[in-house]
């Protein structure tokens, strides 16, 4: 038996085999039903403790109630009508990636970084000579010029296609226990010219949202008498409001989000009310 042998889920009782089992802290193991219950984001599943798995599992229900019943979705940014990639709530300041099957939601203030990864290979003979001649020059100028069409993304190389676009973000502490998500903006089966555009122009839109979403939490918390705009119609902005209680409100919105500490937080309110 030995390496074969079916271990018991230390969290349902049920049989874990050798396919379907994750080790936890401690030697013991879950099963492949209990995973999947937890997000498919959670890395680091041998540190975690039976508790913690239970937490965790415990969260992303949670979470999927948020998504379906409270997740106001005021943007979204997609590839396409029929490949939507990320979800926003402006007014939370929260984020959630539309290509998982049951979408976890994140804060932006929760984002470390983030990178656009191309995939590259040198042109086939044949492809090259696809490119002599004026029509063929033409073509090869315009699918090559991605690169100052989207300002900031990466450029494919000389003599190169492009084969392969993913966004990776890279998430600092989180409920999730998430370290990163990749999201493939390419199909697998195809890069035509036009699916490379839409790619590029995706990627540049979520470069965009991202920063600004954080810039707008960077002003609030900083002070420095920026705001967090909350809206999405051509109303007023948080940063030409001057009714402390206003300013109050939407500093405990921070608060609640977790982009201000409590001690932030009272410091803020007694300045305001002069308290």
């Known amino acids: 038996m030995g390496l074969f042998e079916k271990k018991q889920c230390e969290l349902c009782g049920g049989k874990a085999g050798l396919l379907t089992r994750y080790k ?30 239970k937490d965790l599992i415990a969260y992303k229900e949670e979470n999927d109630r948020r998504f379906n019943e409270d997740f106001n979705m005021t943007r979204v940014i997609m590839i396409d009508d029929r490949h939507r990639i990320m979800g926003v709530s402006e007014g939370t300041g929260e984020f959630a990636i539309l290509t998982d099957n049951k979408p976890d939601i994140f804060r932006f203030d929760q984002i470390l970084s983030y990178n656009v990864d191309l995939s590259t290979s040198p042109l086939s003979e044949e492809e090259k000579k696809k490119t002599q001649g004026w ?36 998430l600092g502490d989180n409920d999730f226990h998430a370290e990163k998500m990749r ?51 051509g109303g007023q902005t948080a940063a030409d409001n001057t009714n402390p209680i206003e300013q109050v409100k939407q500093l405990k919105e921070l608060l609640d989000m977790g982009a201000l500490t409590q001690e932030e937080f009272d410091a803020k309110k007694k300045e305001l009310l002069g308290l």
């Open 24 to 53: 936890i802290q401690g030697g013991g193991y879950i099963c492949g039903d209990c995973k999947s219950k937890m997000s498919p984001n959670v890395e680091g599943i041998g540190d975690l403790s039976v508790e913690e798995v």
């Open 135 to 170: 029509a063929g020059l033409l073509d090869y100028l315009l699918s090559d010029d991605f690169g100052s069409k989207y300002p900031g993304l990466p450029r494919c190389p000389k003599d190169c296609k492009i084969t392969d676009m993913h966004f990776e973000i890279y």
């Open 183 to 233: 999201i493939d903006l390419i199909p697998g089966w195809s890069s035509t010219e036009s699916e490379i555009d839409r790619a590029y122009s995706c990627a540049y839109e979520m470069v965009n949202c991202i920063n600004d979403q954080k810039n707008k939490l960077a002003n609030m918390s900083g002070g420095n008498g920026g705001g967090y705009d909350g809206s999405t119609g």
